[in-house]
């Protein structure tokens, strides 16, 4: 069985290909470069795709930067630092699990794979709109109306296995995988090696979860 994996190079798109593995799926990887400001997640993300096996990976280019609005992608806006609110922050990128999914779905189509994965949770996130199980649903019904493959009734399924996770739940569940944390970079302004600032929502969320797992913490740390 052929599968379209999401990979970010982050703790939770790493744990998700570890769980696409494990249910014995040959794991086609896409990751993006949106010209994010953290793009040390890919070069994260080619080791681990190279250190868990996949059977190919490819980084897809994406000029969503050009017309700003998150702090992610401009850089004349501020990674927020304060406590993690039920607000949607300004490093909610316009509408990019849309066009990720979008481009998984052209993908598997091409290759004849109809399991799509992709690491979002609605709990233990940072409220973005399009890691809900609404928008997932609503994305699979698109896939299958907007396809040959789904006219044809091959159905297409996204997989969404972190979805009712917490991040403590999802950091043992990858552990139990034998997933390498320490290859991984979920922190939105992380340095050229990677090394992550500890003070960003991604990083705080990260933390609390290596916390409550009752686990060292396998983040690699600017030092201050």
């Not at 793009?39 to 059977?55: D, N, S, T, V």
């Not at 922050?89 to 052209?106: C, D, E, G, H, W």
């Given at each position: 069985?052929?599968?379209?994996?999401?990979?970010?190079?982050?703790?939770?798109?790493?744990?998700?290909?570890?769980?696409?593995?494990?249910?014995?799926?040959?794991?086609?990887?896409?990751?993006?470069?949106?010209?994010?400001?953290?793009?040390?997640?890919?070069?994260?993300?080619?080791?681990?795709?190279?250190?868990?096996?996949?059977?190919?990976?490819?980084?897809?280019?994406?000029?969503?930067?050009?017309?700003?609005?998150?702090?992610?992608?401009?850089?004349?806006?501020?990674?927020?630092?304060?406590?993690?609110?039920?607000?949607?922050?300004?490093?909610?990128?316009?509408?990019?699990?849309?066009?990720f999914l979008a481009y998984a779905l052209?993908?598997?189509?091409?290759?004849?794979?109809?399991?799509?994965?992709?690491?979002?949770?609605?709990?233990?996130?940072?409220?973005?709109?399009?890691?809900?199980?609404?928008?997932?649903?609503?994305?699979?019904?698109?896939?299958?109306?907007?396809?040959?493959?789904?006219?044809?009734?091959?159905?297409?399924?996204?997989?969404?296995?972190?979805m009712h996770l917490s991040k403590a739940?999802?950091?043992?569940?990858?552990?139990?995988?034998?997933?390498?944390?320490?290859?991984?970079?979920?922190?939105?302004?992380?340095?050229?090696?990677?090394?992550?600032?500890?003070?960003?929502?991604?990083?705080?969320?990260?933390?609390?979860?290596?916390?409550?797992?009752?686990?060292?913490?396998?983040?690699?740390?600017?030092?201050?």
């Amino acid at each position: 069985m052929k599968a379209v994996v999401l990979l970010s190079g982050g703790l939770d798109s790493t744990t998700c290909l570890a769980i696409a593995k494990h249910q014995g799926f040959e794991c086609h990887v896409l990751s993006f470069d949106y010209q994010q400001r953290h793009k040390a997640e890919l070069h994260a993300a080619k080791k681990i795709a190279k250190h868990m096996g996949a059977a190919s990976h490819q980084i897809v280019n994406l000029a969503i930067h050009q017309w700003g609005g998150s702090a992610l992608t401009d850089t004349h806006l501020t990674i927020p630092e304060d406590k993690v609110s039920d607000e949607i922050p300004i490093t909610y990128v316009p509408a990019r699990n849309t066009l990720f999914l979008a481009y998984a779905l052209s993908f598997a189509e091409a290759i004849g794979a109809y399991d799509i994965f992709i690491g979002v949770s609605q709990i233990d996130f940072s409220n973005y709109p399009d890691c809900r199980p609404a928008f997932i649903e609503a994305f699979e019904t698109l896939a299958n109306l907007a396809t040959k493959a789904g006219v044809e009734r091959q159905a297409f399924k996204m997989h969404t296995p972190l979805m009712h996770l917490s991040k403590a739940e999802t950091i043992k569940a990858g552990v139990n995988l034998g997933v390498d944390y320490q290859l991984t970079v979920s922190c939105y302004q992380a340095d050229d090696q990677g090394l992550a600032c500890g003070k960003c929502h991604s990083c705080q969320l990260r933390q609390k979860g290596f916390q409550e797992a009752g686990l060292v913490d396998a983040t690699n740390y600017q030092k201050l």
